[in-house]
């Protein structure tokens, strides 16, 4: 087989189906999650979100959700 002539979502779905026959789904499933890496910087994503809040506005958020 020449991997230069299949496409990435071929090589994946290839991958896949060995990870299952060899490891089974649970196994395939458990390898995939071990195995993704994600992107971005959750850090400083949060705190662009989120900002940086005191325990107050924290306290004070909480209650005037709770009066919705």
């Not at 971005?40 to 994503?45: I, P």
């Not at 662009?48 to 919705?68: H, R």
């Amino acid at each position: 087989m020449n991997a230069q002539a299949i496409s990435l979502n071929e090589i994946r779905r290839i991958g896949i189906l060995a990870l299952t026959e060899k490891l089974g789904i649970v196994g395939m499933i458990r390898f995939m999650q071990q195995s993704e890496t994600g992107y971005g910087d959750y850090t400083k994503e949060r705190d662009q979100i989120l900002g940086n809040p005191s325990i107050e506005d924290l306290y004070n958020s909480i209650l005037n959700s709770k009066k919705l």
